[in-house]
């Protein structure tokens, strides 16, 4: 077999197997497609949950709000967020944002948001982390990020940050509907509800593949070597 071919299917091979491999996961991401019916039906998906591992004993949380037609899912006060951590976990930072202009008061102003500890999510059982934001329509986000730690021993990726409550969910929060005018703006219906996890993706790690991908070029140099003798 010639040097370059050898160098073809090693290449082949290796391109096949980080595809294939499992990997530590670099993020996950929850999508928000169950709802609890104090809304009606509205399409989903209505949001996003990622979760980001920054380190084996740091992670943010970010929901952010989707947008169907002209339904505008964004979140506010009294469960804003609610997510179940695997271990005890301290809170150290939350900020949230809304970009979008109401037809009526204009801009949106979020927040201040509270680390409420464990807490309901209406229909979606008890998780052990909540945040609230304070009043309603007008504080709400349409993204959110809280930075956590782990107290004692350490996540080995991101999939192991969050684990199933009781009710087989790991992260729900509150929803208000809002209209999209069709001219840069969003007018409030007064419906609000609580929403929860569905399909999650799961992100390799960059860092990850390219060990794996080392590992298998050495082994194909190493076979190089000894066909040459």
Same mark, same amino acid.
């Given at each position: ?20 491999? *499992? ?11 169950? /709802? @609890? ?7 989903? *998906? ?5 979760? @980001? ?21 964004? =979140? ?6 609610? =997510? ?66 782990? /107290? ?11 684990? *199933? @409550? ?9 929803? =208000? ?26 992100? *390799? ?25």
């Amino acid at each position: 077999m010639s040097r370059r071919l050898i160098g073809f299917s090693t290449a082949a091979a290796i391109m096949a197997l980080a595809l294939v491999a *499992p990997a530590a996961q670099a993020s996950l991401i929850f999508t928000l497609t169950t /709802n @609890n019916g104090g809304f009606g039906n509205p399409p989903p *998906p209505y949001g996003t949950v990622t979760v @980001n591992r920054i380190s084996t004993t740091e992670a943010t949380i970010t929901i952010v709000g989707n947008q169907v037609g002209s339904n505008v899912y964004l =979140f506010g006060d009294g469960g804003t967020l609610g =997510f179940n951590t695997n271990g005890a976990a301290t809170i150290q930072s939350i900020t949230g944002s809304n970009s979008h202009t109401d037809s009526g008061f204009g801009a949106f102003t979020p927040g201040p948001f509270t680390a409420a500890g464990a807490g309901n999510e209406d229909g979606f059982g008890s998780f052990n982390q909540t945040i609230n934001s304070f009043d309603g329509y007008q504080h709400s986000i349409n993204s959110l990020t809280v930075d956590i730690t782990l /107290n004692s021993g350490s996540w080995a990726s991101a999939a192991s940050v969050l684990t *199933p @409550n009781a009710s087989g969910n790991s992260v729900a929060g509150h929803l =208000f509907l809002a209209q999209d005018n069709g001219n840069g703006t969003i007018s409030n219906t007064g419906f609000t509800g609580f929403v929860t996890d569905g399909t999650v993706v799961r992100t *390799p790690e960059p860092g990850s593949l390219l060990l794996l991908g080392s590992g298998l070029a050495g082994l194909a140099a190493l076979s190089l070597k000894r066909r040459r003798r």
